[in-house]
């Protein structure tokens, strides 16, 4: 019973490192545009080397 005080933080705790993960993702526009990588990446035009 004694390692419950122990886990329930400690699941608190990444639980809510989580959840910060996700909305730091959220307000760096992570999930912006889904449809337009998917497209581009079956396409046969594109160049191997980024754009300075």
């Known amino acids: ?3 419950l005080t122990i886990l329930i933080p400690v699941s ?4 809510g490192l989580g959840l910060a993960a996700f909305f730091w993702a959220m307000r760096t526009k992570q999930f912006d545009d ?3 990588d998917a497209s581009r990446i079956l396409t046969k035009e594109w160049d191997d080397r980024p754009k300075p």
Not at 12 to 15: K, N
């Open 1 to 3: 019973m004694q390692i």
């Open 12 to 15: 608190l705790f990444l639980g």
């Open 34 to 36: 889904p449809q337009g």
